[in-house]
């Protein structure tokens, strides 16, 4: 079974930054791309940022400019840089990924969130 872990929420203060990170792991063949969402209380969840297999990344306007995703080497992980964080910016953060299992089937994986909350 495919599992998607993320790690680096918490609190910070307006301005400060923080780092996500998700990884992948279980039963995979292949990842393609990969990508954060993130929903704020009574709020639908939305896109942040994604990045494909060949590492090119795409943005929500709210976030272009402060935040930066990246992958590493074997593009079994991804990252979010997280700089000049707003208070708007606070909601559960999660990863998504489209994974190939065993069977050579693709399938969209979702971690089970942090939390981010920009407040001072």
């Known amino acids: 079974q495919v599992q998607l872990v993320e790690s680096g929420g918490g609190l910070v203060q307006p301005g400060g930054s923080l780092r996500l990170s998700c990884a992948a792991s279980g039963s995979i063949f292949s990842i393609n791309a990969m990508g954060w969402y993130r929903q704020a209380p009574g709020k639908q969840r939305e896109l942040v940022a994604t990045?494909?297999?060949?590492?090119?990344?795409n943005y929500a306007d709210s976030v272009l400019g402060r935040f930066t995703i990246s992958r590493d080497n074997a593009k079994t992980a991804v990252y979010l840089q997280m700089n000049s964080l707003k208070p708007e910016d606070t909601a559960v953060y999660y990863c998504k990924a489209d994974v190939q299992g065993v069977d050579l089937l693709w399938r969209t994986n979702w971690g089970q969130g942090t939390q981010v909350t920009v407040s001072s």
């Open positions: 990045i494909t297999s060949a590492s090119r990344a």
